[in-house]
């Protein structure tokens, strides 16, 4: 089996050392990047399955590169953070990234959070490779990871995408909060339901932005969220 390619991104040499010593026995090539421009130097001329991110970096932090990266891919990013404020942590989500790690961590859960997007990535391509929805003015295509709302583009993350893919992959099933943070983020992942609320607040804006003229996302009261399907008008 190929090994999957990592991108470590941190300005700290002891720390990109200790995540190739505590990944040095699993499937991965891994790549380093002193700071945020030459991560992104290197993320334009190769293909990497997972990215690595420190946040606090100097002249372009982990922030920014996380923007600059989701403008044009969707590689899976685990954010590395010594910050524990939720306010920074729900940032990084709400910019496209798809899990985070709080510094210092134990090499098992380091491990454990990179199989954990290797897999989910994996499993996720290969259950719904070349399969499109499609709605009243909306059109959900999982291979090209996009969403269409009248023919435009309306510029979701990854995650924002697998949300509403997962959603609209099961109309008028209710999701809860917890059901959706496990399936899209894992179960290892901390417990907050405004990371739910605030991806599905951005996917209404920027579908209402591209003038979809109704709400596929349903809010169920107390509970979750359901996907109400809108057939396309023969």
């Not at 910050?83 to 940032?91: C, E, G, L, S, Y």
């Not at 990234?97 to 199989?115: G, S």
């Not at 499109?132 to 993350?157: C, Q, Y």
């Not at 008028?172 to 179960?187: A, C, F, N, Q, S």
């Amino acid at each position: 089996m190929k090994p999957y390619k990592l991108l470590i991104v941190d300005d700290e040499w002891n720390m990109r050392n200790l995540i190739k010593i505590y990944l040095k026995k699993e499937n991965v090539q891994l790549t380093e990047a002193r700071n945020g421009k030459e991560a992104l130097s290197f993320i334009e001329k190769n293909g990497f399955d997972l990215i690595l991110l420190d946040i606090m970096m100097p002249d372009m932090s982990g922030w920014e590169v996380c923007k600059e990266v989701r403008k044009a891919r969707d590689i899976p990013i685990l954010m590395l953070t010594a910050r524990t404020d939720v306010k920074d942590i729900v940032r990084g989500l709400n910019g496209g990234a798809d899990d985070y790690l709080t510094k210092p961590f134990a090499p098992e859960e380091l491990i454990a959070r990179v199989n954990a997007l290797l897999r989910r990535t994996k499993k996720m391509d290969k259950a719904n490779a070349n399969r499109s929805l499609s709605f009243k003015d909306l059109t959900i295509d999982f291979e090209s990871r996009t969403v269409l709302v009248n023919g435009e583009p309306a510029g979701l993350t990854p995650k924002e995408f697998e949300l509403l893919y997962l959603l609209a992959t099961h109309p008028k099933r209710v999701y809860t909060r917890d059901m959706l943070i496990e399936r899209i983020w894992g179960p290892e992942h901390f417990r907050d339901d405004r990371t739910v609320d605030t991806h599905v607040k951005n996917i209404r804006e920027k579908i209402r932005n591209k003038n979809l003229s109704y709400d596929p996302i349903q809010t169920v009261w107390g509970v979750g969220y359901q996907f109400e399907r809108i057939e396309t008008e023969e």
